[in-house]
């Protein structure tokens, strides 16, 4: 019998986490897990990374306290250890969380019904940004507004539905492993992927705006540039791998990255100021996203004004990395060689 026809009840579930240098939001994650109404068996499968602060300590701190299962990942990969958390339990759906998330009460019930009665892959909804500094608040308010990632139903909410993907995901895990599992070579985007061969195997994902999940985003400038580098970089990658698989959003920082480009060059060839127009036009959008924001602080605000430019600018120059480091090269990975098997 398939998990598609079973009783929600009679669904085994785990819960995979990735973890590496988390100390300071794993223990939160794991208590919102322990907090939902889980089948009993229920496991919470972390893949630890080398790490460098106490995320070990804090891991085996909670194993003590809770039903949970440390294995080694020792690449350090979030795709590399989500598939060595997937093929270390055997339930019918597997969760997938982050260390930097906060489930909401009742989402692990109202996923496996959403799963069962639309049939679909894979269910997830709205990642909700959370912050505690002036900073990581003002990321958060760019994660769900439309000048800062561009909007979209993951950060904004919509109609439920079928959807290219959605935030974490729970998933049907036989369906997960007819698929190979996570790209092993993604070290972003590999749900936003992982999603795109579900569906291009004739499988549903489905968002449902009632699924809520905290996320608390970086706390600073140069580990945010940092991620939204690494982010454009394997946007590349997929973008090379099926060109079918992207979509418009995506490219408009790389385009930016050209057109300031183009007007700088031009500005320094004829010295006239009309070629800085595009620039202009974008520092008057931050200014106006920064000074109109609703809910911030003033230094949340002020936090803003670098927060912005630095998701953009470093999305669109990863972009172009990406397209230099992967252009010429083998990109997608045969599903009859996928990833997943390296650690059946």
Not at 139 to 148: K, P, S
């Amino acid at each position: 019998m398939t998990t598609a026809k079973r009783g929600a009840s009679a669904l085994s579930i785990a819960y995979v986490m990735p973890v590496r240098n988390d100390a300071r939001y794993l223990r939160t994650a794991v208590e919102s897990i322990v907090a939902q109404k889980n089948p009993k068996g229920t496991r919470i499968v972390v893949a630890i990374g080398p790490s460098e602060d106490k995320t070990r300590e804090i891991a085996n701190k909670l194993a003590e306290e809770f039903p949970l299962v440390i294995v080694e990942n020792p690449s350090g990969s979030t795709p590399a250890a989500l598939n060595i958390a997937i093929v270390s339990t055997n339930a019918d759906v597997v969760f997938r969380v982050d260390a930097h998330s906060e489930l909401e009460p009742g989402y692990a019930k109202l996923a496996v019904s959403i799963l069962q009665s639309t049939g679909a892959a894979n269910v997830g909804g709205i990642m909700e940004a959370r912050g505690h500094s002036s900073i990581q608040k003002a990321v958060a308010w760019a994660y769900g507004n439309v000048i800062g990632l561009g909007g979209g139903p993951i950060h904004t909410g919509g109609v439920a539905g079928p959807a290219d993907t959605v935030y974490l995901g729970v998933f049907r895990r036989e369906d997960v492993l007819a698929v190979g599992g996570f790209n092993e070579l993604l070290a972003r985007g590999q749900d936003w992927e992982l999603n795109a061969r579900l569906r291009e195997k004739g499988k549903v994902v489905w968002f449902d705006p009632r699924l809520k999940v905290g996320y608390y985003p970086r706390r600073d400038i140069v580990s945010l540039a940092r991620q939204f580098l690494t982010t454009g970089t394997f946007r590349a990658y997929i973008l090379l791998a099926n060109p079918n698989r992207t979509r418009v959003k995506y490219l408009v920082p790389p385009t930016f990255i050209l057109a300031s480009v183009a007007a700088v060059m031009g500005f320094a060839s004829t010295l006239n100021w009309w070629w800085l127009l595009p620039l202009y036009a974008y520092a008057a959008v931050v200014l106006g996203g920064a000074w109109l924001s609703k809910g911030l602080s003033l230094k949340s605000r002020i936090a803003l004004m670098a927060v912005l430019p630095t998701m953009h600018l470093s999305w669109g120059i990863g972009f172009w990395r990406g397209v230099l480091t992967f252009r010429g090269r083998d990109t997608d990975v045969p599903l009859n060689t996928a990833a997943i098997s390296v650690h059946s």
